[in-house]
């Protein structure tokens, strides 16, 4: 059974990180893509980075330079190294996994404030 369980969030302020972790269980890395996602409040959930075939890495051209998705095949977790934050990144991050055969899966968030 997947499971995705993030943590990490918190409040920073601007120009500061956090690192944001999803553990998982049940999953295959090699088989599926997996990643975050985010929503701000009255704004739709978008994809902020993922990794597919735990090789190929997607990142949301507003957070390119800043966020690196990283994983631990070992561990079964998922981390994102969010850097130079700003007031606009604030949001509850997701982590979310897509097998390639199946439905795809939900953690619950992990609240990001950024104060300015």
């Known amino acids: 059974q997947v499971q995705l369980v993030e943590s990490g969030g918190g409040l920073v302020q601007a120009g500061g990180s956090l690192r944001l972790s999803c553990a998982a269980s049940?999953?295959?890395?090699?088989?599926?893509?997996i990643g975050w996602y985010r929503q701000a409040p009255g704004k739709q959930r978008e994809l902020v980075a993922q990794?597919?075939?735990?090789?190929?890495?997607n990142y949301a051209d507003v957070v390119k330079g800043r966020f690196t998705i990283s994983t631990d095949n070992a561990k079964k977790a998922v981390y994102l190294q969010m850097n130079s934050l700003k007031p606009e990144d604030a949001a509850v991050y997701y982590c979310?996994?897509?097998?390639?055969?199946?439905?795809?899966?939900w953690g619950s968030g992990t609240p990001v404030t950024v104060s300015s």
């Open positions: 049940g999953i295959a890395f090699s088989t599926s893509a």
């Open positions: 990794i597919a075939n735990d090789r190929n890495t």
């Open positions: 979310n996994y897509r097998p390639w055969f199946g439905r795809e899966y």
